[in-house]
C-alpha cells in the first residue's frame, strides 16, 4: 500500500505547541520505517486549517481520489483538517474506501465503525477547540479594550514596552510629533512642509528609512491616539496611555485638514454647448474656457489619431453661426401660426 505523508504547520495561536515541520518529517519517517509503510511522496503546507481551501491538502486529496496513494500519514489528525468541510472530506473518503488506512504515531485509528467514529470526535475536538479558542481571544480583546489598552503597535511617537506589555512615550520623538501638530494647526504649512519637517528631524518610514510619505502624515495628524484615545474596528476608546498633545489642539488641526479637504469652485460653469457638439476636423468633443469675461469654445484635441489644428472660437460668433445653420430648418410662417393654434 502506498502512503502520502502530510506536514502542516501554521502561526496561528493553536498551533505553538505543535512540533515544527521539521521535528514532524524526522518523527514521521522514523514512525513509517518501524512501521514498514511506503511514502511515496511528501506534501508540506504552512498554513492554518480553520478553513477549507488550503492548495497543497487539496492536491494531496486530489492525488487520492485518482489512485496514486491509499493511505496517509500525519502526526495527528488536527494536521489533516480543523474544520468541518476537510474532516467530513477525509471521513467520506474512508467511508468509500478510497483511503484505507490513515496513521498517526499520537492517534490510533483504524477503517472500522469505532475507528471512524474516533476520528469524526478528535475532527470534532480540534474545530471545538478553534472555536473556544477564537471566542476566548475575542472575549479578551472586548477586556483589554474596557481597559483602554490598544491591543496593537502603537503610532511614531510611542513605544510598546514588551516588559509589560505597555504603551510608553518616545520623548524624543513625541516632542517632534507636537511641534508638527503646531505648525499644522496655524494652517500655513501643507502635509509636505509637514513630511519634510518630520524628514530633517529624523522621523523616517519603519523599515525603509525614507522620509513620511504625505499619506503616512495625514494619517498621524487624523490619529485620535495622539490625544489619548484610539480607534479600533471603527470604534473610538478612551486609552490609559499618556497624551502628547491636547484634544483642542487635536480638533483644530481636524479643522484645517477638513477646510483644506473641500473640492475647490471651478473658474468655469458649466456652458450649454458643451457635450452637444463635436470638432469638425477631429470628431472629438468641445470644451469652454472663460478668458477676460469672454467664452471661448475650442476642440479638446483629444483624439490619438488626428492632429486638430482648430482654433477657438468665441461664444457670440458661433452662436450666429449656429443661427445661421438652423435658418435653413425653419418652418414657413404661415406653417408655424397653424401648428401652434393645433
Same mark, same amino acid.
Given at each position: 500500500m502506498n502512503y502520502f505523508l502530510y506536514c502542516r504547520k501554521s502561526t496561528d495561536v493553536e498551533d505553538k505547541q505543535i512540533l515544527s515541520i521539521e521535528a514532524q518529517l524526522s518523527e514521521l519517517r522514523d514512525f513509517a520505517k518501524r512501521e514498514g509503510v511506503a511514502i511515496i511522496e511528501t506534501f508540506i503546507e504552512k498554513q492554518s486549517a480553520?478553513?477549507?481551501?488550503?492548495?497543497?491538502?487539496?492536491?494531496?486529496?486530489e492525488q487520492i481520489e485518482k489512485g496514486r496513494a491509499? %493511505?496517509? $500519514?500525519?502526526?495527528?489528525? !488536527?494536521?489533516?483538517?480543523?474544520?468541518?468541510?476537510?474532516?467530513? *472530506? /477525509?471521513i467520506y473518503l474512508v467511508d468509500t474506501g478510497t483511503i484505507a488506512a490513515l496513521r498517526f504515531p499520537t492517534f490510533w485509528f483504524e477503517p472500522t465503525p469505532q475507528g471512524k467514529f474516533m476520528l469524526n470526535i478528535s475532527f470534532g475536538q480540534s474545530k471545538y477547540y478553534?472555536?473556544?479558542?477564537?471566542?476566548?481571544?475575542k472575549r479578551g480583546?472586548?477586556?483589554?479594550?474596557?481597559?483602554?489598552?490598544?491591543?496593537?503597535?502603537?503610532?511614531? %511617537?510611542? $513605544?510598546?514596552?514588551?516588559? !509589560?506589555?505597555?504603551?510608553?512615550?518616545?520623548?524624543?520623538?513625541? *516632542? /517632534?510629533?507636537?511641534?508638527?501638530?503646531e505648525l499644522y494647526a496655524k494652517s500655513e504649512s501643507r502635509l509636505e512642509d509637514i513630511s519634510a519637517f518630520l524628514a530633517q528631524n529624523g522621523i523616517v518610514t519603519r523599515g525603509t528609512k525614507r522620509g513620511v510619505?504625505?499619506?503616512?502624515?495625514?494619517?498621524?495628524?487624523?490619529?485620535?491616539?495622539?490625544?489619548?484615545?484610539?480607534?479600533?474596528?471603527?470604534?473610538?476608546?478612551?486609552?490609559?496611555?499618556?497624551?502628547? $498633545?491636547?484634544?483642542?489642539?487635536f480638533d483644530k488641526v481636524q479643522e484645517v485638514l477638513r477646510d483644506?479637504?473641500?473640492p475647490q469652485r471651478k473658474a468655469n460653469d458649466?456652458?450649454?454647448?458643451c457635450g452637444l457638439l463635436h470638432c469638425g476636423n477631429c470628431g472629438m468633443g468641445i470644451t469652454a474656457?472663460?478668458?477676460?469675461?469672454?467664452?471661448?469654445?475650442?476642440?479638446?484635441?483629444?483624439?490619438?489619431?488626428v492632429k486638430c489644428l482648430e482654433k477657438y472660437i468665441r461664444e457670440e460668433e458661433l452662436d450666429r453661426q449656429l443661427s445661421q445653420e438652423l435658418q435653413k430648418f425653419s418652418l414657413p410662417e404661415d406653417w408655424a401660426s397653424r401648428l401652434l393654434q393645433m
Open positions: 480553520k478553513i477549507p481551501g488550503r492548495p497543497i491538502f487539496n492536491k494531496m486529496v491509499q %493511505g496517509v $500519514i500525519a502526526w495527528h489528525p !488536527d494536521r489533516l483538517a480543523r474544520n468541518s468541510v476537510d474532516g467530513g *472530506k /477525509i478553534i472555536d473556544s479558542l477564537s471566542e476566548n481571544t480583546l472586548r477586556q483589554k479594550l474596557r481597559r483602554g489598552e490598544y491591543p496593537g503597535r502603537v503610532p511614531v %511617537g510611542y $513605544i510598546n514596552d514588551s516588559r !509589560d506589555k505597555s504603551v510608553a512615550v518616545d520623548r524624543k520623538k513625541a *516632542k /517632534i510629533i507636537k511641534e508638527a501638530f510619505k504625505r499619506s503616512q502624515v495625514s494619517h498621524i495628524l487624523l490619529n485620535p491616539f495622539y490625544y489619548g484615545h484610539f480607534r479600533f474596528l471603527g470604534e473610538i476608546h478612551e486609552g490609559k496611555h499618556e497624551p502628547i $498633545i491636547t484634544k483642542k489642539l483644506r479637504g473641500k458649466p456652458k450649454p454647448l474656457e472663460v478668458r477676460k469675461g469672454h467664452t471661448y469654445y475650442r476642440c479638446t484635441k483629444k483624439s490619438k489619431t
